[in-house]
């Protein structure tokens, strides 16, 4: 990765700041983030009630568990890798509810 590059920790760091409550109306849903790598990890998101709290580990119940490794996922996130190709070219992994994959860029804003 480049110096300039966020690590994963990083991006971690600041969801919650990135976090958009108004979009995320009725939503109710854990994020597992299983980032392979150097700098990679294991997180979960949890949104409930407008909230968003980030916790390393697992979470027992992830309704979504998305995989990936740690230079794509900074590159997603930076918005210079789309999810979809990622997906369809196995650089990105998803197991669980599709629908709460395809709503993360609209509750979160995280873009360089």
């Known amino acids: 990765m480049a110096e300039t590059e966020l690590t994963p920790q990083e991006v ?3 969801i919650p700041s990135a976090f958009q409550p108004e979009k995320a109306q009725g ?10 790598g150097a700098l ?6 949890e949104i409930k009630d407008g909230t968003c709290v980030v916790q390393n580990g697992d979470s027992p119940k992830p309704n ?10 900074v590159k997603l996130i930076s918005g ?14 998803v197991k669980g509810d599709m629908g709460l ?9 995280l873009g360089s």
Request: net charge positive; hydrophobic share 45%; no cysteine.
């Open 101 to 109: 994959a395809m709503k993360l860029p609209q509750l979160f804003r």
């Open 12 to 14: 971690m760091d600041r």
């Open 27 to 36: 939503v109710t849903a854990t994020f597992q983030w299983d980032i392979s």
């Open 64 to 73: 979504i568990t998305i995989t990936i490794g740690d230079e794509n996922f």
């Open 40 to 45: 990679g990890g294991r997180w979960f998101v």
């Open 80 to 93: 210079r890798l789309d999810g979809t190709m990622a997906f369809m070219t196995g650089k990105l992994k």
